[in-house]
Protein backbone atom coordinates (compact mmCIF):
# COMPACT_ATOMS: atom_id res chain seq x y z
CA UNK A 1 0.00 0.00 0.00
CA UNK A 2 2.82 2.32 0.94
CA UNK A 3 4.57 1.46 -2.31
CA UNK A 4 1.29 2.03 -4.30
CA UNK A 5 1.03 5.48 -2.94
CA UNK A 6 4.56 6.91 -3.41
CA UNK A 7 4.44 5.13 -7.00
CA UNK A 8 1.08 7.00 -7.39
CA UNK A 9 2.79 10.81 -5.90
CA UNK A 10 5.76 10.45 -8.03
CA UNK A 11 4.11 9.40 -11.23
CA UNK A 12 1.50 12.58 -10.48
CA UNK A 13 4.74 15.02 -9.71
CA UNK A 14 6.25 13.88 -12.69
CA UNK A 15 3.25 14.54 -14.87
CA UNK A 16 2.46 17.73 -13.22
CA UNK A 17 6.51 18.66 -14.52
CA UNK A 18 6.03 17.76 -18.02
CA UNK A 19 2.47 19.51 -18.16
CA UNK A 20 4.44 22.97 -16.53
CA UNK A 21 7.29 22.31 -19.00
CA UNK A 22 4.66 22.32 -21.71
CA UNK A 23 2.37 25.00 -20.98
CA UNK A 24 5.52 27.10 -20.57
CA UNK A 25 6.84 26.49 -24.08
CA UNK A 26 3.30 26.74 -25.83
CA UNK A 27 3.33 30.05 -23.86
CA UNK A 28 6.14 31.34 -25.64
CA UNK A 29 5.00 30.17 -29.03
CA UNK A 30 1.88 31.98 -28.80
CA UNK A 31 3.95 35.20 -27.63
CA UNK A 32 6.10 34.78 -30.49
CA UNK A 33 3.21 34.78 -32.84
CA UNK A 34 1.87 37.73 -31.49
CA UNK A 35 4.61 38.98 -32.37
CA UNK A 36 5.31 38.29 -35.85
CA UNK A 37 1.78 39.40 -36.47
CA UNK A 38 1.58 42.64 -34.62
CA UNK A 39 5.04 43.55 -35.59
CA UNK A 40 5.65 44.47 -32.55
CA UNK A 41 9.63 44.58 -31.25
CA UNK A 42 9.17 45.07 -27.62
CA UNK A 43 7.55 41.97 -26.14
CA UNK A 44 10.21 39.75 -25.01
CA UNK A 45 10.05 36.94 -26.90
CA UNK A 46 12.36 35.28 -25.15
CA UNK A 47 11.28 33.41 -22.19
CA UNK A 48 13.60 32.12 -19.66
CA UNK A 49 13.17 28.56 -21.13
CA UNK A 50 14.08 29.34 -25.09
CA UNK A 51 17.26 31.18 -23.87
CA UNK A 52 17.89 28.00 -21.54
CA UNK A 53 17.24 25.48 -25.13
CA UNK A 54 19.11 27.87 -27.14
CA UNK A 55 22.52 27.44 -25.46
CA UNK A 56 21.94 24.07 -24.88
CA UNK A 57 21.56 23.69 -28.71
CA UNK A 58 24.85 24.80 -29.05
CA UNK A 59 26.04 21.83 -27.07
CA UNK A 60 27.39 18.66 -28.54
CA UNK A 61 24.66 16.95 -26.73
CA UNK A 62 22.11 19.44 -27.83
CA UNK A 63 22.61 19.36 -31.55
CA UNK A 64 22.62 15.18 -30.91
CA UNK A 65 19.35 15.31 -29.21
CA UNK A 66 17.80 18.22 -31.84
CA UNK A 67 18.97 15.84 -34.60
CA UNK A 68 17.15 12.51 -33.34
CA UNK A 69 14.01 14.53 -32.62
CA UNK A 70 14.23 15.87 -36.05
CA UNK A 71 14.63 12.44 -37.76
CA UNK A 72 12.03 11.41 -35.72
CA UNK A 73 9.67 13.43 -36.52
CA UNK A 74 9.48 15.48 -33.36
CA UNK A 75 8.41 19.23 -33.00
CA UNK A 76 9.90 18.73 -29.37
CA UNK A 77 12.85 21.00 -27.67
CA UNK A 78 15.90 18.86 -27.00
CA UNK A 79 16.33 20.60 -23.31
CA UNK A 80 12.47 19.63 -22.45
CA UNK A 81 13.52 15.29 -23.14
CA UNK A 82 16.85 15.70 -21.43
CA UNK A 83 14.79 17.51 -18.38
CA UNK A 84 12.13 14.72 -18.67
CA UNK A 85 14.60 12.07 -19.04
CA UNK A 86 16.84 12.95 -16.25
CA UNK A 87 13.21 13.26 -13.94
CA UNK A 88 12.25 10.07 -14.56
CA UNK A 89 15.82 8.64 -14.38
CA UNK A 90 15.63 10.39 -10.68
CA UNK A 91 12.22 8.90 -9.77
CA UNK A 92 13.22 5.65 -11.01
CA UNK A 93 16.01 5.50 -8.72
CA UNK A 94 14.27 7.14 -5.81
CA UNK A 95 11.44 4.41 -6.04
CA UNK A 96 14.41 1.99 -7.06
CA UNK A 97 16.46 2.55 -3.74
CA UNK A 98 13.61 3.22 -1.32
CA UNK A 99 11.35 0.06 -2.57
CA UNK A 100 14.61 -2.74 -3.22
CA UNK A 101 17.93 -1.87 -2.01
CA UNK A 102 20.56 1.38 -2.60
CA UNK A 103 22.08 -0.39 -5.16
CA UNK A 104 19.02 -0.47 -7.94
CA UNK A 105 19.03 3.22 -7.42
CA UNK A 106 22.18 2.87 -9.69
CA UNK A 107 20.15 1.54 -12.17
CA UNK A 108 17.02 3.72 -11.91
CA UNK A 109 19.41 6.96 -12.77
CA UNK A 110 19.84 5.00 -16.56
CA UNK A 111 16.06 4.13 -16.87
CA UNK A 112 15.34 7.86 -17.74
CA UNK A 113 17.72 8.08 -20.40
CA UNK A 114 16.90 4.47 -22.16
CA UNK A 115 13.02 5.15 -21.83
CA UNK A 116 13.76 8.74 -23.58
CA UNK A 117 16.22 6.89 -26.43
CA UNK A 118 13.45 4.16 -26.67
CA UNK A 119 10.44 6.53 -27.15
CA UNK A 120 12.62 9.22 -29.85
CA UNK A 121 13.81 5.52 -31.66
CA UNK A 122 10.29 4.39 -31.79
CA UNK A 123 9.16 7.54 -33.18
CA UNK A 124 11.15 7.71 -35.61
CA UNK A 125 10.30 3.86 -36.28
CA UNK A 126 6.83 5.02 -36.55
CA UNK A 127 7.41 7.77 -39.34
CA UNK A 128 9.37 5.29 -41.26
CA UNK A 129 6.61 2.84 -41.13
CA UNK A 130 4.23 5.68 -42.10
CA UNK A 131 6.44 6.71 -44.98
CA UNK A 132 6.85 3.48 -46.20
CA UNK A 133 2.78 3.10 -46.28
CA UNK A 134 2.88 6.17 -48.51
CA UNK A 135 5.27 5.02 -50.46
CA UNK A 136 2.57 3.29 -53.39
CA UNK A 137 0.78 6.48 -53.63
CA UNK A 138 3.71 8.45 -54.12
CA UNK A 139 5.28 6.09 -56.79
CA UNK A 140 1.87 6.60 -58.37
CA UNK A 141 2.22 10.47 -58.08
CA UNK A 142 5.71 10.35 -59.84
CA UNK A 143 4.57 8.50 -62.64
CA UNK A 144 1.47 10.30 -63.86
CA UNK A 145 3.23 13.58 -63.47
CA UNK A 146 6.51 12.27 -65.56
CA UNK A 147 3.63 10.36 -67.41
CA UNK A 148 2.40 14.21 -68.38
CA UNK A 149 6.08 15.19 -69.29
CA UNK A 150 7.13 16.76 -66.37
CA UNK A 151 11.02 16.63 -65.11
CA UNK A 152 11.84 14.72 -62.13
CA UNK A 153 12.55 17.46 -59.56
CA UNK A 154 8.88 19.02 -60.83
CA UNK A 155 7.03 15.51 -60.22
CA UNK A 156 8.52 15.65 -56.70
CA UNK A 157 7.71 19.42 -55.64
CA UNK A 158 4.54 18.79 -56.65
CA UNK A 159 4.15 15.49 -54.27
CA UNK A 160 5.17 17.01 -51.95
CA UNK A 161 2.47 19.31 -52.23
CA UNK A 162 -0.40 16.81 -52.73
CA UNK A 163 1.10 14.02 -50.26
CA UNK A 164 0.80 14.51 -46.47
CA UNK A 165 3.15 13.66 -43.34
CA UNK A 166 5.63 12.28 -43.45
CA UNK A 167 5.84 11.74 -46.80
CA UNK A 168 5.04 15.25 -48.35
CA UNK A 169 7.39 16.99 -45.39
CA UNK A 170 10.30 14.96 -46.45
CA UNK A 171 9.74 15.52 -50.13
CA UNK A 172 9.64 19.47 -49.53
CA UNK A 173 13.03 19.13 -47.94
CA UNK A 174 14.52 17.26 -51.38
CA UNK A 175 12.27 20.02 -53.53
CA UNK A 176 13.75 23.02 -51.59
CA UNK A 177 17.31 21.24 -51.37
CA UNK A 178 17.29 21.34 -55.48
CA UNK A 179 15.92 24.84 -55.58
CA UNK A 180 19.27 25.89 -53.84
CA UNK A 181 21.42 24.35 -55.82
CA UNK A 182 21.44 20.86 -55.07
CA UNK A 183 21.45 18.21 -57.48
CA UNK A 184 19.23 15.18 -57.65
CA UNK A 185 21.21 12.43 -56.48
CA UNK A 186 22.75 14.47 -53.54
CA UNK A 187 19.21 15.22 -52.43
CA UNK A 188 17.60 12.04 -52.56
CA UNK A 189 21.16 10.57 -51.02
CA UNK A 190 20.26 12.69 -47.86
CA UNK A 191 16.95 11.61 -48.08
CA UNK A 192 17.79 7.80 -47.69
CA UNK A 193 19.95 8.67 -44.80
CA UNK A 194 16.64 10.06 -42.99
CA UNK A 195 15.04 7.15 -44.06
CA UNK A 196 16.77 3.69 -43.99
CA UNK A 197 14.89 1.11 -45.66
CA UNK A 198 15.40 -1.54 -48.50
CA UNK A 199 12.19 0.31 -50.19
CA UNK A 200 12.71 3.81 -50.34
CA UNK A 201 16.88 2.70 -51.76
CA UNK A 202 14.73 1.29 -54.34
CA UNK A 203 12.53 4.09 -54.96
CA UNK A 204 15.31 6.45 -55.11
CA UNK A 205 17.25 4.42 -56.84
CA UNK A 206 15.30 4.48 -59.51
CA UNK A 207 14.69 7.89 -60.20
CA UNK A 208 18.54 8.12 -60.10
CA UNK A 209 19.33 5.60 -62.41
CA UNK A 210 16.15 6.73 -64.78
CA UNK A 211 17.77 10.59 -64.18
CA UNK A 212 21.14 9.74 -65.42
CA UNK A 213 20.14 7.03 -68.43
CA UNK A 214 16.41 7.50 -69.37
CA UNK A 215 14.42 5.15 -69.73
CA UNK A 216 10.75 4.32 -68.98
CA UNK A 217 10.55 5.93 -65.53
CA UNK A 218 6.67 5.81 -65.85
CA UNK A 219 6.52 1.92 -66.42
CA UNK A 220 9.25 1.62 -64.09
CA UNK A 221 7.52 3.67 -60.88
CA UNK A 222 4.02 1.93 -61.44
CA UNK A 223 5.58 -1.71 -60.93
CA UNK A 224 7.44 -0.68 -57.76
CA UNK A 225 3.94 1.17 -56.80
CA UNK A 226 2.26 -2.17 -57.58
CA UNK A 227 5.28 -3.95 -55.40
CA UNK A 228 5.05 -1.62 -52.70
CA UNK A 229 1.36 -2.34 -51.91
CA UNK A 230 2.01 -5.86 -51.87
CA UNK A 231 4.87 -5.63 -49.64
CA UNK A 232 2.86 -3.21 -47.25
CA UNK A 233 -0.17 -6.08 -46.61
CA UNK A 234 3.33 -8.53 -46.39
CA UNK A 235 4.80 -6.16 -43.52
CA UNK A 236 1.17 -6.32 -42.00
CA UNK A 237 0.54 -10.05 -41.54
CA UNK A 238 3.96 -10.28 -40.51
CA UNK A 239 3.88 -7.75 -37.94
CA UNK A 240 0.84 -9.03 -36.69
CA UNK A 241 1.83 -12.85 -36.61
CA UNK A 242 4.85 -11.64 -34.57
CA UNK A 243 2.82 -9.21 -32.23
CA UNK A 244 2.41 -11.82 -29.34
CA UNK A 245 6.06 -12.79 -29.52
CA UNK A 246 6.77 -9.06 -29.20
CA UNK A 247 4.94 -8.80 -26.48
CA UNK A 248 6.63 -12.02 -24.51
CA UNK A 249 10.29 -10.03 -24.80
CA UNK A 250 8.91 -7.41 -22.57
CA UNK A 251 7.38 -9.20 -20.34
CA UNK A 252 10.68 -11.24 -19.60
CA UNK A 253 12.13 -7.87 -18.42
CA UNK A 254 9.16 -7.07 -16.80
CA UNK A 255 8.52 -10.26 -14.84
CA UNK A 256 12.07 -10.45 -13.40
CA UNK A 257 11.81 -6.65 -11.94
CA UNK A 258 8.59 -7.52 -10.72
CA UNK A 259 9.31 -10.51 -8.75
CA UNK A 260 12.08 -8.56 -6.87
CA UNK A 261 9.26 -6.02 -5.98
CA UNK A 262 6.67 -9.39 -5.00
CA UNK A 263 9.83 -10.69 -2.82
CA UNK A 264 10.49 -7.78 -1.05
CA UNK A 265 7.16 -7.75 0.01
CA UNK A 266 6.49 -10.87 1.33
CA UNK A 267 9.60 -10.66 3.60
CA UNK A 268 10.34 -6.80 4.01
CA UNK A 269 14.16 -6.18 3.66
CA UNK A 270 15.04 -9.63 1.93
CA UNK A 271 16.29 -7.15 -1.63
CA UNK A 272 18.65 -4.92 0.35
CA UNK A 273 19.92 -8.14 2.48
CA UNK A 274 20.35 -10.22 -0.58
CA UNK A 275 22.27 -7.54 -2.17
CA UNK A 276 24.42 -6.72 0.95
CA UNK A 277 25.97 -10.96 0.54
CA UNK A 278 28.62 -12.37 -2.10
CA UNK A 279 26.30 -14.97 -2.67
CA UNK A 280 22.79 -13.02 -3.42
CA UNK A 281 24.87 -10.62 -5.87
CA UNK A 282 26.07 -13.47 -7.69
CA UNK A 283 22.84 -15.06 -7.97
CA UNK A 284 21.33 -11.43 -8.88
CA UNK A 285 23.84 -11.42 -11.87
CA UNK A 286 23.50 -14.90 -13.15
CA UNK A 287 19.46 -14.45 -13.02
CA UNK A 288 20.07 -10.27 -14.36
CA UNK A 289 21.93 -11.59 -17.39
CA UNK A 290 19.74 -14.69 -18.19
CA UNK A 291 16.69 -12.39 -18.38
CA UNK A 292 18.29 -10.04 -20.72
CA UNK A 293 19.85 -12.63 -22.61
CA UNK A 294 16.09 -14.04 -23.25
CA UNK A 295 14.73 -10.17 -23.77
CA UNK A 296 17.66 -10.16 -26.80
CA UNK A 297 16.76 -13.77 -28.19
CA UNK A 298 13.22 -12.81 -28.41
CA UNK A 299 14.16 -9.53 -30.14
CA UNK A 300 16.43 -11.37 -32.51
CA UNK A 301 13.96 -13.92 -33.56
CA UNK A 302 11.33 -11.69 -34.14
CA UNK A 303 13.08 -9.39 -36.32
CA UNK A 304 12.21 -9.16 -40.23
CA UNK A 305 13.80 -7.24 -42.57
CA UNK A 306 11.34 -7.37 -46.10
Not at 18 to 33: F, K, S, T
Not at 53 to 77: H, I, K, P, S, Y
Not at 263 to 272: D, F, M
Request: aromatic residues 4%; hydrophobic residues 50%; contains cysteine.
Amino acid sequence: MVLTMVLGTLGVLALAALGAAQLIAVAGDRRRLYAAVADVDGIDDQPLLDRANQRFRRTRLGQFVERELTLAGMDQRPLLVVLAAVGIGLVSAYVLWTSLAPVFGVLGVSIGGIAARAYVRRARTRRLEAFIVQMPELARVLANATNAGLSIATALAIAADELAAPAGVELRVVANSMRFGTDLETALDTMGERLPSREVGVLLSTLVVCSRSGGSLVTSLRDIADTLESRKETRREIRTTLAQAVATGYLVIGLGLSMLFVLNTIQPGSVEAMTGHIVGQIALVISGSLFFLGFVLIRRMTRFDL
